[in-house]
């Protein structure tokens, strides 16, 4: 993950400018609907903001961070709203999100790391919230110009969410990258949390970090 952050302080600007203004709706409208009205939202990985830009807009609550500094600095000033510089291992909050949103963000772990952090973002979210993540598709893990990345499928999503304490349900989807000129595709997963869950394994769940 450091490796990735230094590629990200260093191309914070260019990473800004390639993403900021691609247009997700599509993504947008798996996660958002199963919000309530001014849900709490946290972005976690945020990088350009672009995705905290439009919950805002929308008239969401939005918790933004991001692990590198110069990204994270140069997103609040685009989007006018705080993004806190922290990583995965920093999420302490408990039940306190209607929705955890992590477009391409995990992908920068080892794949080793990535349950320990999805357990974080879960239990950062209140009961009947959902998760949405994403990954490129793949089963690769790879370093590539500087950057980690670890691929997924839609069995591995399914996977992880299975591992979770509460899961209602699980979706997951394909889609094409969003830029122009990608020849890529992403696995898309939203992970529901159920409304009820048992406060003894919540409890256990929130003392196992």
């Known amino acids: 993950m450091s490796q990735s952050v230094a590629y990200y302080n260093a191309h914070a600007q260019a990473f800004l400018d390639e993403t900021l203004h691609v247009d997700m709706t599509a993504l947008y409208e798996a996660f958002l609907p199963h919000l309530p009205e001014n849900a709490h939202i946290l972005d976690a990985g945020c990088g350009s903001g672009r995705d905290s830009r439009e919950f805002l807009a929308r008239g ?13 600095g140069l997103a609040s000033k ?3 709203h705080p993004v806190s510089v922290r990583s995965f291992d920093e ?25 320990h952090a999805l357990t974080r973002l879960w239990q950062a979210l209140k009961p009947g919230g959902l998760l949405y993540l994403s990954f490129k598709q793949g089963e690769e893990e790879r370093e590539r110009n500087g950057r980690h990345f670890t691929d997924a499928t839609e069995i591995e999503l399914e996977r992880w969410a299975n591992a979770l304490p509460g899961l209602e349900k699980i979706t997951t989807w394909q889609t094409a990258d969003r830029r122009p000129g990608r020849d890529e595709y992403w696995v898309n997963g939203v992970f529901h949390k159920r409304g009820l869950i048992d406060p ?10």
């Open 91 to 115: 999420v302490n909050e408990f039940q306190v999100y209607d929705g955890v949103w992590a477009c391409a963000s995990l992908l920068h772990l080892p794949r080793q790391q990535i349950p």
């Open 60 to 72: 969401y609550r939005v918790t933004a961070f991001d692990a590198s500094e110069k990204l994270a």
């Open 78 to 80: 685009a989007i006018n």
């Open 200 to 209: 003894v394994t919540d409890i256990d769940a929130k003392f196992s970090i």
